[in-house]
């Protein structure tokens, strides 16, 4: 019988961890599937443990080649493959037990071409939030596409989807060859499908390796790794330019937080001639829109400046600067007349470097940051404690304002401070009477600077919403 879902799994030396990973696939709810295992030329234990699970589950087929890399071992595997829905796996990852079977079913729900989920990272037995792929699936939705939920540029994996097979087959997809292989594959897939289901469950466990080889994303700070990374890069920046340039911003940006990265590690770590690397960081930073650049956070766009100077020395204190810091870096107020706020790094109107100050701005990556403490009858009115920041600045504000919106109404309270961050203030139920839900607005000046905002509620994070039950002065809980 023809299988649901067929999972291709490349090996390559991961014979440490392979048995966990073919365990955690024969221990799948959906068992209407395939594993098809591809042996790349292993040189160690890792084919024995194979035919070991083929041997005892008729559900396993192990193929062989000579080693080509993963992205001919998976296309091997895909022509092997007989399922109506297609999966891949490396050697060295885990897939939580009701993963296929969630994936598959929202595929047969809601017809699209592809299921993605939530990634843990796997290190040292302990899960922990995979970086790569914060972000992307706090608000699951299905039947949506990349065009139109752009956080998806972040998602460039392969092995947290399933794909209907038709679909692969149809858009053309194929992984080609180099280390870098399932980025333009995952990219392409998600341009070209007609609709995409994202669930917010955590469907891969991608591990971080502790022994044996160390894996391709270990080694990302070698000078071929980078130059096959850019390859990868420039392949999916005109795949976009071409078919979705509206992403073409986003995925610059996402190049220029995660990947450039390993520009910084490699030089940091060099302790030959840095010459080839800076001659590739200025490849890799040509290849990105100057708007994204431009754009940067301030201290990235102070690594940037002193890598195009290729003033090694001074990257590496930087870098230095960024590991030390517990807590985030400082934004300052400088300027009399006219204020501008500037990030607290090093080499700030350093007279040897003449590093322009445009480089430290910082005034765009302000925030206010508001919350709601409690909220509490006193028999006469509601009590309101609120904590005012502003992200990054270790002072106090000047002047804080507080009002109640309903959308329709503006309710402004009298505040009073309490310590260095806190802002207390009464409500009278009698002033809200007919409108509501209430939320909290925040205006917060200093020194020429005006931040508003939405109070969050302390306890999960959301939107601070208020209501008075029934109109009284019963002092019931307010429903949040």
């Given amino acids: 019988m023809i299988p649901l879902l067929s999972v291709i799994v490349p090996i390559y030396n991961v014979e440490p961890y392979l048995a966990e990973c073919l365990k955690s696939l024969a221990a799948q709810t959906m068992e209407d599937l395939e594993v098809v295992l591809v042996d790349d030329g292993s040189v160690d234990g890792s084919r024995r443990i194979a035919e070991d699970f083929v041997a005892r589950d008729e559900r396993f087929v192990l193929i ?31 897939v939580p037990p009701e993963a296929y079977e969630l994936l598959v079913g929202k595929l047969a729900e809601t017809g699209s071409d592809l299921a993605c989920g939530a990634v843990r990272r796997l290190v040292d037995g302990e899960l922990e939030e995979s970086i790569l792929h914060e972000k992307v699936f706090r608000r699951p939705q299905l039947c949506t596409h990349i065009t139109d939920k752009h956080v998806l540029v972040r998602d460039r994996t392969v092995w947290n989807k399933v794909y209907r097979r038709d679909f692969w087959e149809r858009a053309g997809l194929a992984f080609p060859s ?19 289901d994202m669930v917010g469950e955590v469907v891969y466990h991608w591990r971080k390796r502790e022994e044996g080889e160390t894996s391709i994303t270990q080694r990302r700070s070698e000078l071929p790794n980078l ?93 230095e600067f960024r590991r030390g810091r517990e807590d985030v870096t400082r934004v300052v107020p400088r300027g009399m007349r006219t204020t501008h706020w500037y990030g607290d790094y ?90 509501g839900p209430w939320r909290l607005q925040v205006r917060a000046e200093m020194r020429g600077l005006v931040l508003k905002c939405w109070c969050r509620d302390a306890a999960d994070g959301a939107v601070w919403r208020f209501s008075v039950p029934g109109w009284s002065r019963s002092g019931m809980d307010i429903p949040q």
């Fill in 178 to 196: 180099g280390i870098y292989e399932d980025v333009p594959v995952a990219m392409q897939a998600h341009v070209l499908a007609t609709s995409v």
């Fill in 346 to 435: 090093p080499f700030f109107r350093d007279r040897r470097l003449r590093i322009p100050d445009e480089v430290f701005d910082a005034r765009e990556e302000l925030k206010l940051i508001a919350r709601v403490e409690s909220c509490e009858w006193t028999g006469a009115e509601y009590r309101l404690r609120a904590y005012v920041a502003i992200h990054r600045v270790d002072r106090k504000i000047t002047k804080v304002g507080l009002w109640l919106s309903d959308g329709r109404r503006r309710v402004p309270l009298e505040t009073r401070r309490r310590g260095r961050y806190g802002v207390v203030a009464a409500v009278d139920p009698d002033r809200l009477e007919g409108g």
């Fill in 64 to 94: 062989g080649q000579r080693n080509l890399g993963p992205g001919p071992a998976r296309n091997q595997g895909i022509r092997q493959a007989r399922g109506t829905y297609l999966a891949f796996a490396d050697g060295d990852d885990v």
């Fill in 227 to 319: 130059s096959e990374r850019l390859a990868a890069i420039r392949s999916v920046r005109a795949f976009l330019d071409d078919r979705a340039p509206e992403l073409l911003d986003g995925f610059d940006a996402l190049v220029l937080e995660k990947d450039t990265v390993f520009l910084f590690q490699a030089l940091e770590h060099c302790e030959g001639d840095p010459g080839p690397l800076l001659e590739l960081a200025h490849s890799w930073l040509a290849t990105l829109g100057p708007h994204v650049l431009d754009s940067a956070p301030s201290l990235r766009r102070l690594e940037l400046h002193l890598l195009r100077r290729g003033l090694v020395a001074e990257l590496r204190t930087v870098r």
